[in-house]
């Protein structure tokens, strides 16, 4: 299979029009280049305990120190330039997402997934980085343990960037479109977020919160992969100082499709 074609594998239909691009702010606050991507803690911050909020959906705080939060934002920051840059994806309906999205691996765009940004410009999409593969990797391990089955076969190969700038979130949904059932990996970066966990058969409450600061890692798997979720608040002017990031937040997620 060539890099360019497209191979679709979705639910419902798109809108013509197509998503919008956009290009990234410039950050408010600068650190000095901390050149390649490099790990994390071993252990998580202390201030805040590890969490299972509910089955198979893991919360470890703290898990990306400063270092790390600032490389993968000066990564994103290379992703989101065009070709197959960032964007505000448009829904079947013609609504415009609030969030602005880039992708790596495989080019999500409501609901498919192909080779290529077929809602801009058609390019071909980015390569998933060798690094963020492995931090994925290592975050599985980390939620539940590096013996797990879940860790010992997790195979990423798609990520969804996005940035929800000051008034973006993000409506309760599945990840649906993905074969296999391997953990969806998230981290946060930038001002804090409530994201907002319903159950696998229904999108409307009882919900619980969760709330993810910069450094917090999330993964949900097991019983609970399909689990809808959504981010219907961020927090404006709560990032720590240093990210790089401009005024908002970054959400990398990462998942195993199942796709050839």
């Given at each position: 299979?060539?890099?360019?074609?497209?191979?679709?594998?979705?639910?419902?239909?798109?809108?013509?029009r197509?998503?919008?691009?956009?290009a990234?702010?410039?950050?408010?606050?600068?650190?000095p280049?901390?050149?390649?991507?490099?790990?994390?803690?071993?252990?998580?911050?202390?201030?805040?305990p590890?969490?299972?909020?509910?089955?198979?959906?893991?919360?470890?705080?703290?898990?990306?120190d400063?270092?790390?939060?600032?490389?993968l934002?000066?990564?994103?920051?290379?992703?989101?330039?065009?070709?197959?840059?960032?964007?505000?994806p448009?829904?079947?309906?013609?609504?415009?997402?609030?969030?602005?999205?880039?992708?790596?691996?495989?080019?999500?765009?409501?609901?498919?997934?192909?080779r290529?940004?077929?809602?801009?410009?058609?390019?071909?999409?980015?390569?998933?980085?060798?690094?963020?593969?492995?931090?994925?990797?290592?975050?599985?391990?980390?939620?539940?343990?590096?013996?797990?089955?879940?860790?010992?076969?997790?195979?990423?190969?798609?990520?969804?960037?996005?940035?929800?700038?000051?008034?973006?979130?993000?409506?309760?949904?599945q990840?649906?479109?993905?074969?296999?059932?391997?953990?969806?990996?998230?981290?946060?970066?930038?001002?804090?977020?409530?994201?907002?966990?319903?159950?696998?058969?229904?999108?409307?409450?009882?919900?619980?919160?969760?709330?993810?600061?910069?450094?917090?890692?999330?993964?949900?798997?097991?019983?609970?992969?399909r689990?809808?979720?959504?981010?219907?608040?961020?927090?404006?002017?709560?990032?720590?100082?240093?990210?790089?990031?401009?005024?908002?937040?970054?959400?990398?997620?990462?998942?195993?499709?199942?796709?050839?």
């Amino acid at each position: 299979m060539s890099v360019g074609a497209p191979i679709i594998r979705g639910r419902g239909a798109r809108s013509r029009r197509g998503g919008v691009p956009t290009a990234l702010l410039p950050a408010t606050d600068l650190r000095p280049p901390r050149g390649q991507l490099t790990l994390l803690h071993d252990e998580p911050s202390t201030d805040r305990p590890v969490s299972e909020p509910l089955p198979g959906v893991v919360h470890i705080p703290g898990w990306l120190d400063m270092d790390a939060q600032t490389a993968l934002v000066e990564q994103f920051r290379t992703w989101a330039l065009p070709p197959a840059g960032l964007r505000h994806p448009r829904m079947p309906t013609g609504s415009l997402m609030s969030v602005q999205s880039v992708c790596l691996g495989w080019h999500w765009a409501p609901y498919s997934y192909t080779r290529t940004a077929d809602d801009t410009d058609g390019a071909p999409v980015k390569a998933m980085p060798a690094d963020l593969v492995a931090m994925a990797r290592h975050a599985v391990a980390a939620a539940y343990g590096a013996g797990s089955p879940d860790a010992r076969s997790y195979e990423p190969d798609a990520a969804l960037v996005n940035l929800y700038a000051p008034g973006a979130k993000l409506g309760l949904h599945q990840d649906a479109e993905e074969i296999a059932d391997a953990p969806v990996v998230t981290i946060s970066i930038g001002d804090t977020c409530t994201f907002r966990l319903a159950a696998v058969d229904r999108r409307v409450g009882p919900f619980v919160d969760v709330e993810l600061r910069s450094g917090d890692l999330l993964v949900f798997g097991r019983a609970n992969r399909r689990i809808f979720h959504g981010v219907p608040k961020v927090a404006d002017g709560t990032a720590p100082p240093g990210t790089g990031l401009p005024p908002g937040r970054l959400s990398i997620t990462v998942r195993q499709t199942g796709l050839a």
